[in-house]
């Protein structure tokens, strides 16, 4: 059996839990892990900070891809896990808030954006041993990784678990606003032109709505196993 490190892509819709198995796999492993999703919050942020977004959600584009070079994004390893620096500001907490969710599908429709933090996550992968997640790794950003899962459950079930979520970090919100905001990205990023969320032919297909996490993990981590055995 080869010892060889691989490249695992992990796809699917908004808070199908497919950020805490990717974390889990890579810290099993000892692979990278990059939560690709939290790079276009992070350039959501910018754009709310700076007023390049309207209260009904209108993304002043061409002001946003000018500011392109003065955004810059990091990962820093912490205790509680991987946090998102933003031009040397940490704002972990503050890109998963509901009003960053709330705009961030209409950001991440934009081409230049897109190609932009593409290529950035291509080259934190340029040498394998790496885990990411988001909409397009499998697609776009590693169409020849190893190993690609793409991951859904019912609206109504992720609904529940990110709104269990955000009360538990003591951010407000109703489960029926949580509802409309999970239902909404999902029709965005499944109609954008540019990459949109779609399962890669090759891709596993993993419905989790009647799995707890431990039973996720052990779905995948058998997975991880198995294309490390193909992978000769
Ligand atoms: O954690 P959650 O499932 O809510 O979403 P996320 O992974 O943090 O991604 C937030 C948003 O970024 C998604 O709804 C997409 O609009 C966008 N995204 C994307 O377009 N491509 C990716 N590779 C990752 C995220």
């Known amino acids: 059996m080869s010892n060889k ?8 819709y908004s808070s199908s839990g497919k950020s805490s198995m990717a974390k889990a796999l890579a810290k099993k492993i000892g692979y990278r892990y990059i939560d690709s999703g939290a790079m276009y919050r ?6 709310m900070r700076n007023n390049m977004i309207s209260p009904d959600h ?10 392109l070079p003065h955004i810059k994004i990091d990962f820093k390893v912490c205790e509680d896990g991987q946090h998102t620096i933003l031009n040397g500001e940490d704002v972990e907490s503050l890109i998963r808030q509901l009003d960053v969710s709330n705009n961030v599908s209409q950001v991440a429709v934009i081409p230049e954006i897109r190609h932009a933090l593409v290529a950035m996550q291509q080259s934190f992968g340029i040498e394998k041993g790496i885990v990411m997640d988001g909409r397009d790794i499998g697609t776009t950003v590693f169409p020849n990784a190893e190993l690609k899962i793409f991951v859904n459950a ?11 979520e955000l009360i538990e970090k003591g951010q ?7 509802l409309a905001n999970v239902v909404t990205r999902d029709h965005i990023d499944e109609t954008r032109k540019e990459s949109p969320l779609r399962k ?11 799995m707890s996490i431990a039973e996720q993990d052990t779905w995948l981590i058998n997975e991880y196993n198995k294309a490390i055995a193909n992978n000769k």
Not at 172 to 178: I, L, N
Not at 200 to 207: F, G, H, Y
Request: hydrophobic share 45%; aromatic share 4%.
């Open 172 to 178: 407000q919100s109703t489960y029926e606003e949580v």
């Open 200 to 210: 890669a032919d090759d891709a596993i297909l993993l419905d989790n709505s009647n």
């Open 5 to 12: 490190t691989i490249t695992i892509a992990i796809d699917g």
């Open 42 to 47: 992070a350039v959501t942020l910018y754009a």
């Open 154 to 164: 019912s609206a109504e079930t992720r609904a529940m678990r990110r709104h269990k």
């Open 58 to 67: 209108i993304v002043d584009c061409d002001a946003l891809v000018a500011s």
